[in-house]
């Protein structure tokens, strides 16, 4: 995994990752609360071989090499039966051997012969007499019984007292700071994983790496999220963040398109709701007040938007044109003052739209709008949703695919991708849109959608101009209307 992109999700789950950590904080506090209070006393005991009158310094040397093997058996014995039932019937205690073990425990490091005995109890004075009388039982059960010889001599080794018990002044349990950073340790742990588990199956698209990671495809620009209230920027210029991005848009989009006679525009999404015909306005609204002349057409023939954003009539528009009921003059509009759009709305729904679209009476209205204005920006069906997108982008001179940033999943890009290009089309660009202001998937400043110096716009054409002899035509695969259909089309 690329460092970026583990950054941008550990960024993006922080809240995540700190609602894990006070819950570990809260489960360690808990953990204190509900603990015990339990005062812990040890005491230190040393075992060596027993010297004997007549002893050799090797004598003493195998000897106490002799205790040292068997220490590890002694630490087994301090916390047996044996040397526990002693101690419950001394100090009269209501618990079992096995119990009474678990909070016994008896220690010592390697290759020394020193035992160390602690033992937890609910007052100072009552760990301070178990550890007491573990040890002077164990010192009993070692000497006298286990390492008693069989004929009744001496044993062979001896265990003194070097640290006696005493009542400790403050409680061993529970450790409330340990359990405080043990419980924010396992927080963060469990945090961490569960946000790179999540980042790594979250497989929505969110800002310009994870569509560069995806396809080849040029992303030409990010549009921020849009207010609810004002999806559509003025038409008088005014200078705002979501402006500014459109018109860097403007800017790439005419540099991409430099060296091509590209006029007319598919702009399309993969999946409903990524804001398409948003930002088809908008584009069209910084590319006229750059001077060129734009019309827009609607041509989602299934769910139109177009004119309701705009305010205009939707009754009669593009599916009229092509059904030949209208003239196209008669069903252009005009939208704006200072640098007016001509909008040619979608008109009543049909019933077979992927027919219309795809028919010559199509090409041909793109054909006669191409030769009377320097872009014509078509708003088209979702590519995943119906085909109409794909049929229109043979008509027109080049796609744009618009991605709502947490909107589109990654599978279903790379199938609008696919969908497109299994027609023969390339998408000219990405728009990436409903990018947030703030958050590690925010734009900034250098994220790669800067605009550099603009040529000079196209001069505007009459509106009055007719289709060249050079119009298209029907593409061989296409899925066109009846023949009698597009011979009633009149312009």
Do not use: C
């Amino acid at each position: 995994m690329e460092l970026k992109r583990l950054v941008r999700i550990l960024r993006k789950r922080w809240i995540l990752i700190v609602a894990f950590v006070l819950l570990g904080l809260v489960g360690g506090a808990a953990a204190a609360l509900l603990t015990p209070v339990q005062y812990e006393s040890s005491t230190r005991v040393f075992v060596a071989a027993q010297i004997q009158n007549g002893s050799t310094p090797g004598d003493l040397v195998q000897g106490n090499n002799f205790v040292v093997q068997k220490l590890p058996y002694y630490l087994d014995v301090a916390t047996s039966p044996r040397v526990l039932d002693p101690v419950i019937s001394s100090l009269n205690l209501d618990e079992s051997a096995v119990d009474l073990a678990g909070r016994v425990t008896a220690t010592t490091e390697p290759g020394s012969a020193v035992i160390e005995i602690a033992a937890l109890a609910s007052t100072a004075d009552a760990a301070q007499q178990l550890a007491q009388a573990v040890s002077e039982s164990f010192t009993d059960v070692v000497i006298n019984q286990l390492e008693t010889p069989a004929d009744g001599g001496a044993s062979p080794v001896t265990v003194g007292v070097l640290d006696p018990a005493v009542a400790p002044d403050n409680p061993a349990l529970p450790q409330l700071y340990l359990n405080l950073a043990v419980g924010l340790l396992i927080g963060l742990l469990v945090g961490l994983v569960t946000a790179l588990i999540l980042g790594l199956l979250d497989r929505r698209v969110y800002n310009r790496d994870d569509i560069e990671r995806l396809t080849s495809v040029p992303v030409l620009g990010g549009i921020p999220l849009e207010a609810r209230a004002t999806p559509i920027i003025s038409p008088d210029g005014a200078s705002t963040a979501r402006a500014e991005a459109f018109r860097v848009l403007r800017t790439n989009l005419e540099f991409a398109d430099a060296d091509t006679s590209r006029r007319s525009l598919v702009v399309t999404s993969s999946v409903s709701g990524e804001g398409k015909t948003t930002t088809l306005v908008n584009l069209a609204i910084v590319l006229a007040e750059s001077g060129a002349t734009v019309a827009v057409i609607d041509a989602d023939l299934r769910t139109p938007r177009l004119a309701d954003y705009l305010g205009l009539d939707a009754d009669r528009g593009l599916t009229d044109v092509l059904l030949g009921d209208v003239q196209l003059k008669e069903s252009l509009q005009s939208w704006g003052t200072q640098h007016p759009l001509t909008v040619l709305s979608s008109g009543r729904i049909p019933t077979n739209p992927s027919e219309l679209l795809g028919s010559t009476a199509m090409g041909t209205v793109l054909d006669v709008l191409s030769s009377s204005y320097d872009y014509v920006l078509i708003d088209a069906p979702s590519v995943l949703a119906v085909t109409d997108a794909a049929v229109l982008s043979r008509w027109s001179g080049g796609t744009i695919l618009v991605v709502g940033a947490n909107r589109v999943r990654e599978p279903e890009l790379l199938a609008a991708l696919d969908a497109l290009e299994a027609v023969g089309t390339t998408p000219l660009g990405v728009v990436l849109a409903m990018v947030p202001t703030r958050g590690p998937d925010a734009l900034v400043r250098d994220g790669g959608f800067a605009a550099v110096t603009r040529p000079a716009p196209r001069a505007p054409r009459s509106v009055d101009a007719r289709p060249s002899d050079a119009s298209r035509s029907t593409p061989p695969d296409s899925e066109s209307a009846p023949t009698d259909t597009q011979q009633r089309v009149t312009w």
